[in-house]
Nanobody, 126 residues
């Protein structure tokens, strides 16, 4: 059983940056693809980005491509999401999630991820 804890959310002005972290425990971190999703009020949970278990492959949603960067440190059991040039439409609760390596690639559907964090709020003011 994998436990995931996100941190790093907050309030930022448009054009600003935040870095989210997601610390994993309870499993072999390097066996999992790690993804970030987000959910804005009144909207469905949305795929943001996924990284392969070794961190070599990544896949971004078009809405964040060129602004967000995912990375992982398998020695620290942590995945990061660097978010630059934030926009008000990026406002959401951000969740990290783990999917077993070997799942379909890119792993974009929420139901492919059995493990989820509790989420961290990101608010971008205009």
């Amino acid at each position: 059983q994998v436990q995931l804890i996100e941190s790093g959310g907050g309030l930022v002005q448009a054009g600003g940056s935040l870095r989210l972290s997601c610390a994993a425990s309870g499993g072999t971190f390097s066996r999992y693809f790690m993804g970030w999703f987000r959910q804005a009020p009144g909207k469905e949970r949305e795929f943001v980005v996924v990284t392969s278990n070794g961190g070599v492959s990544t896949y971004y949603a078009d809405s964040v491509k060129g602004r967000f960067t995912i990375s992982r440190d398998n020695a620290k059991n942590t995945v990061y999401l660097q978010m630059n040039n934030l926009k008000p439409e990026d406002t959401a609760v951000y969740y990290c999630a783990a999917a077993i390596a070997g799942s379909s690639w890119p792993t974009r559907r929420a139901n492919e991820y059995p493990y989820w964090g509790q989420g961290t709020q990101v608010t971008v003011s205009s």
